[in-house]
């Protein structure tokens, strides 16, 4: 969102529309995973213990704090998309968390907005004098994405030979 709003800010994107696409995105995922949660949460908690730990900490939270819950869940990395599942396996009233979810989106949206905002004017006034080199950035995250996508099929194909060869399938020379 913070970078969407920062290309805003350069002219290449609408502001409003970053903006509004980014509102309607996250209150849609956070209504999805608390129907989600609704629906058949309880059942994939029990199945996964990684998320299972962290939904007993949300739910904890939410038990001594709802509404601080409600309100700031979406900006704590690793538990925005857990706690509306979470929320959504609790009692909490569906309206209770459409309006809170709605009311937080608002509050995350103006954050992201004003901190991308103000990046985008320090780039713009401390920065420019590198913008000519954004096509070797690109071009170095891309060619470093891909590095990263090689070396993760060679250490795949690598474990791969390695059980082919310790359950005879394949002869050791």
């Known amino acids: 969102m913070i970078s969407s709003i920062i290309a805003a800010h350069h002219g290449l994107l609408n502001l409003w529309v970053v903006i509004a696409l980014g509102i309607v995105g996250t ?19 029990l199945k996964n213990q990684k998320i299972k730990d962290k939904a007993s900490i949300v ?5 001594k704090y709802p509404l601080l819950i409600f309100i700031t869940y979406r900006f704590m990395y690793g538990f925005r998309t857990i706690t509306p ?15 809170y979810s709605g009311l937080s989106t608002a509050i995350w949206a103006a954050t992201y907005c004003t901190i991308g905002y103000m990046f985008g004017e320090l780039i713009k006034s401390k920065l420019s004098h590198i913008e000519h080199i954004e096509k070797y950035i690109v071009g170095f995250m891309v060619l470093t994405g891909i590095v990263i996508i090689v070396i993760n099929r060679l250490k795949k194909h690598n474990k791969s030979v390695l059980l082919q060869k310790e359950t005879g399938e394949i002869p050791v020379k």
């Open 85 to 99: 599942l979470v929320i959504g396996t609790s009692n909490t009233k569906t309206i209770t968390f459409l309006f």
């Open 59 to 63: 739910d904890r939270k939410i038990e």
């Open 27 to 45: 209150y849609v995922s956070d209504c999805f995973y608390f129907f989600l949660g609704r629906k058949k949460g309880k059942d994939w908690l």
